[in-house]
């Protein structure tokens, strides 16, 4: 019974110090969330039940490519996301050497830097006008880089661009984690029976790591 007893009071301390945090979510998260659901049915003059809003969503031109083009920014940060992570984690995983373990201690930076900070200083460099604009100013005028323009603001490639810095960092730390998992032990044991790479990552390291990678799918 004293086990019990100090498992619930255990269990009512932790619920203590979570549902703060679970009150401020519930009031500037879920809430609005929930209440522009319901807005959506509504009608705007009469407050009446209706589908007009949605009907006007897919029907008018503009708003349907509003939504595709959403739909192709998310896939393709995504996509990026997953790709460069996986990429990376299984560099930060396996390789022992010098440059893997500088990077293990500052791909999770960007994390710590703040969104707008983030946002301009990313605009500062790569801006038609940027520091890369400036640099290639240095070069001769008969060089074909000169006055060099990126084009990434303003655009999808600039908010992919972005959504990458945010979310490489995340999806790589799950993914790494992962695969910091799986023994090297068992990596070994197939090399010695001859299995090569590729097999010992479609059969092995893959689907040991496939649930987090739709984790950190899911959190880009």
Known sequence: MLTRKSHWKTNLIIVGMIAPA????LGIVIYPIINTVIKSFMHEDTGAFTLENYAYLFTN????????????????????????????????????????KF??????????????????????????????NRLSLLLPETSV???YKPGLLYNAKGVILMNLWFNIPFA?????????????????????VGAGKIRIFFKM???????DVMIAAGSS
Request: hydrophobic share 55%; net charge positive; aromatic share 10%.
């Open 22 to 25: 679970l009150i401020i979510a």
């Open 61 to 100: 031109k503009m708003s349907r490519a509003y939504i595709w083009y959403t739909v192709w920014v998310t896939l393709t940060t995504v996509l990026l996301t997953i790709a460069i992570s996986y990429l990376l984690a299984m560099y930060l995983r396996f390789s022992e050497s010098r440059i893997a």
């Open 103 to 132: 990077i293990g201690t500052l791909y999770l930076l960007p994390r710590f830097i703040p969104g707008l900070v983030a946002v301009y200083a990313v605009k500062v460099v790569i801006g038609d006008a940027g520091l890369l």
């Open 145 to 147: 880089l000169y006055n």
């Open 172 to 192: 790589t730390m799950i993914i790494t984690a992962a695969l910091s998992g799986i023994s090297t032990s068992i990596v070994e044991s197939a090399r010695d």
């Open 205 to 211: 390291i893959l689907p040991l790591s496939i649930g």
